[in-house]
């Protein structure tokens, strides 16, 4: 089946509601004799006459009147499609916008955001979940709207992505382990029983990498699945954990942290939207109520819990 031309309908809507081919033509800038083909085509598409002589005028026929309204409200609906959409009225938004991200986000972050969308946005409601693993398909299917964690080979190629700050990793150990005092050298470190992060199950990962160029190894006492999980670990023994500094700065209270002596890995953590988001006037405020909470400066960044997806490089 041919596809028909659209164009027409403007034609038919101006030509219904000017019943007269010179006004229609002055109302869309073509010429009588442009306007008259046009006419002649819509005579052949519709099968009908639409405007028929009387006079030195032109009648509708009864197809054409009862086209009339039909043909108004599809141009009128076309229209309001293809316009600029309209500022958003935060104070009559009302919407549930789902946030997917790692552990510890809602303790760290999560406090301070939804603080933000109510002050600026009182039916805004924000519904957090787990970050699981690194595919887009939530993302994809809009069962998820937006995403915090570091860009991956598993991250959809379409998905677009905006960078907030880079983080660091830090060692970890309770308050009076051995390496809460004196410096703390990389045989040191790597003397340590360690407690490593890995969703997958991996023993060794990045940090193991760049102790191996150093001509050292660490004993990795455990694996965990997430940086909290670590911590608590970390918390009643003497085991040694490595995490994100940013991220985990709340779940940190308490013990000991102190700079790798070594060169550890630096991570990115971006945020991670579907295109289809991109023009959405909601979604663009809440892209910049995150982003505005993420990289304010100071005390804030040390709520950054949980966000990075960082782990596949073995912590």
């Not at 010429?31 to 006419?39: F, K, V, Y």
């Not at 085509?41 to 009339?68: N, S």
């Not at 398909?137 to 992505?161: I, Q």
């Not at 990498?209 to 970390?234: C, D, M, Q, Y």
């Amino acid at each position: 089946m041919s596809t028909p031309d659209l164009n027409l309908l403007i034609t038919l809507d101006v030509l219904l509601a000017e019943g007269s081919v010179a006004r229609a033509a002055r109302r869309l800038r073509l010429s009588p004799s442009a306007m008259s083909r046009a006419l002649a085509r819509l005579r052949e598409t519709t099968g009908d006459p639409l405007l028929v002589r009387a006079g030195r005028g032109l009648v509708p026929t009864p197809r054409a009147l009862e086209l009339r309204e039909r043909v108004s409200q599809l141009v009128q609906d076309a229209e309001s499609v293809l316009r600029p959409a309209e500022r958003l009225d935060l104070a009559a938004l009302v919407r549930t916008f789902t946030i997917r991200a790692r552990e510890g986000f809602i303790d760290n972050f999560g406090a301070e955001l939804i603080c933000r969308a109510a002050a600026e946005a009182p039916g805004v409601r924000l519904c957090f979940v787990d970050k699981l693993d690194k595919e887009s398909t939530a993302l994809r299917d809009g069962t998820v709207d937006l995403e915090t964690g570091v860009v991956g080979k598993a991250t959809g190629p379409e998905v677009r992505t905006r960078a907030l700050f880079r983080d660091r990793f830090v060692g970890v150990v309770r308050a009076g382990h051995p390496l809460s005092t004196g410096t703390v050298t990389a045989a040191r470190y790597a003397e340590g029983r360690h407690v490593a992060v890995s969703r997958q199950g991996q023993e060794r990962g990045q940090i193991d990498e760049a102790l191996s160029r150093a001509g050292l190894e660490r004993k990795v006492a455990t694996i965990v699945g997430s940086f909290s999980a670590a911590l608590a670990l970390v918390r009643g023994s003497d085991l040694v954990a490595s995490v994100p500094e940013r991220q985990t700065g709340k779940l940190r209270d308490g013990l000991h942290s102190f700079p790798l002596p070594l060169e550890a890995p630096q991570i990115t953590v971006s945020m991670l939207w579907h295109p289809r988001m991109d023009a959405d006037p909601a979604h663009r405020w809440l892209r910049s109520l995150v982003h505005a909470v993420v990289t304010a400066g100071g005390n804030r960044l040390q709520l950054l819990a949980g966000m990075a997806n960082a782990d596949d490089g073995n912590s």
